[in-house]
Every structure is written in structure tokens, then in C-alpha cells.
């Protein structure tokens, strides 16, 4: 049995930056009410780290943030942070008018991106956005302008109320697959003839990413350490499996099974870019010290 730790993997700069500010507001203000307006990363570990910071999360990623901002007692003046996904502008604006003490951990990358759908909209260009519906970072993006068409899939593309001449901007969430882009970009490129591309995938999303298409051609099992509720670490199941590679998702060391290692010769470990490195670290541990069992008693 051979165990392969692939690199890169697990937190991205833009997860470590937001989780540093929020460990300098838990200590600069310890006494004063904290609120992290939708998950901060999309991993319930991080989370609940942050709760015993006193940052309260409240809302997830369905959650209207309008509502969690206008159901917050404003008498103290509290603190509220909102996630590195982005956030409606105007949503920040209500909290700051409020009185709150506002931070906002948007991820750099997703600001590049939020600029750019701004600069070509003052273009006259319209807009087509590749990413997952309801995902905050999605619901940041077309809070932008409501004239921008959102695609999940190349079957959303019949859908696109624009002329075949029009001039088309087309950039994407931080997260998705790079498979899932180029399918997209195929069949737009298809479609349009005065059409401009732009790849926003973060450079560590894109890095994982591309370190599981290029990894050992031998492995026959891999393990994406993330929640089930990160978009970059489901992605990198997706395309595991989609090289026909069994693949599975697991949040801590309590997901794993055993049965799953039956007849396998290689396996593999990654981590999303919202995974904390301990939890990754504590799978491996385990597993070098079961696959080690494994391998005396053959």
C-alpha cells in the first residue's frame, strides 16, 4: 500500500488573512459583541474555532444578509464581520449606517474580480458570470448589476437573453472547476462572436486543482479533506472522479472508513483551501500509522 500526500494543499492566503483578522478583533475587543454575518469560510471547524473566539456566526450561505443586519441589536454598537466570499456593497453600507464596527474580510481575488465586472459594465459590455447559484461569492457578484446572466452549466447557455453580436464579458467564481470553465467556454465560443474571456479562478484553488489532474496515474483512491459545504474541495472530488478515480469527501477523521482501502494499491490526500491544516494533519497521522499496520501484516 503506497501513501501519497499530494501539494499543494489545504488553506489558501485569502482563508488565512480573514481568520488573522478575526483573531486580532477577538483580542482587541474581547468584551464586545462579535458577529460573523454567513459562514467566514465554508468549513464547520473554522467555525466553531471562531465561537470560541466569541465571534458569533450568524446565517449561512442561504441566509439574506439583510435580515441577519437588520435583526442585530444595534444598542452597543457591535462588531460585525463579513466573510471573505464578498458582500452585497449596500448590505455593508446598512451596517456601517447602523453604527456597527465593520470588517470586511473579502478575499482579494474576489475583489479583482468584483472590479473588473465593474469596469466592463461602464464599457457597455454585458455580462455572463460562470458559478454556483445561491454560493455567496455568486449572490456578491450579481448584487453588481441586475442585467448580470449567471451560468452554472453549458444548459444554462440557451438561457443567455443576449444577441449573438452583442459585446460579452465572461469571468467566473474563484472556486469552480477548471473543467467546468472550459466546457462553458467551448460552447460560448460557439454561440458568440464578440466575446472576451477571463479565467478568475484563484491561483490556490487552480494550483489544487491542477495537482489532482497531474497527480500519480497509479492512484486509486483519493481523499479530499474539506466540508460539505466547500464548493473548491467538492471540485476536487468532481474531477478526481471524473479521471475515473474513486474519490471521496471527508470532513475529520470521524468520516473515514476503513472498507474504503480494500484492494487499493495507492492512495492519495489533499485539502480544500478552507480546510484547517490540523484537521488535514490528524487524517494523516492517522492514516501513516494504519497503512504502516497495513503493510506489516501483508
Not at 439583510?66 to 442585530?72: A, F, H, M
Amino acid at each position: 500500500m503506497k501513501f501519497t500526500k499530494i501539494t499543494p494543499r489545504g488553506l489558501c492566503q485569502g482563508v488565512v488573512d480573514a481568520w488573522v483578522v478575526c483573531k486580532k478583533i477577538s483580542h482587541q475587543f474581547p468584551n464586545k459583541k462579535k458577529y460573523l454575518i454567513g459562514w467566514l469560510v465554508h468549513n464547520e471547524h473554522m467555525i466553531n474555532d471562531l465561537s470560541k473566539m466569541g465571534i458569533i456566526t450568524l446565517g449561512d450561505r442561504n441566509t439574506d444578509r439583510k435580515k441577519i443586519i437588520d435583526q442585530i441589536d444595534d444598542s452597543d454598537n457591535p462588531i460585525v464581520i463579513f466573510s471573505a466570499h464578498g458582500t452585497d456593497k449596500s448590505i455593508i453600507e446598512l451596517a456601517k449606517q447602523k453604527g456597527f464596527i465593520v470588517y470586511d474580510t473579502t478575499c482579494s481575488y474576489v475583489t479583482k474580480t468584483h472590479n473588473i465586472i465593474i469596469e466592463k459594465i461602464n464599457e457597455g459590455k454585458k455580462i455572463l458570470f460562470i458559478g454556483v447559484n445561491k454560493h455567496p461569492e455568486t449572490v456578491a457578484i450579481l448584487s453588481l448589476n441586475q442585467n448580470i446572466f449567471l451560468l452554472e452549466t453549458p444548459d444554462d447557455i440557451k438561457n443567455i437573453p443576449f444577441n449573438k453580436n452583442d459585446e460579452i464579458f465572461v469571468t467566473n467564481q474563484t472556486t469552480i472547476s477548471i473543467l467546468d470553465f472550459y466546457d462553458i467556454v467551448k460552447e460560448l465560443k460557439n454561440k458568440f462572436t464578440n466575446i472576451e474571456f477571463k479565467n478568475d479562478i484563484c491561483n490556490a484553488t487552480l494550483d489544487r486543482q491542477q495537482a489532482v489532474i497531474n497527480m500519480d496515474k497509479t492512484i486509486d483512491l483519493l481523499l479530499v479533506v474539506g466540508d460539505i459545504n466547500s464548493n473548491n474541495s467538492k471540485k476536487l472530488v468532481t474531477i478526481a472522479k471524473s479521471m475515473g478515480v474513486e474519490s471521496y469527501l471527508v470532513s475529520d477523521l470521524k468520516s473515514i472508513n476503513n472498507k474504503w482501502f480494500n484492494s487499493k494499491k495507492h492512495v492519495a490526500i489533499t485539502s480544500g483551501c478552507s480546510t484547517p491544516t490540523w484537521v488535514t494533519t490528524e487524517i494523516i497521522k492517522h492514516l501513516d500509522k494504519y497503512f504502516e499496520k497495513v503493510k506489516n501484516n501483508e
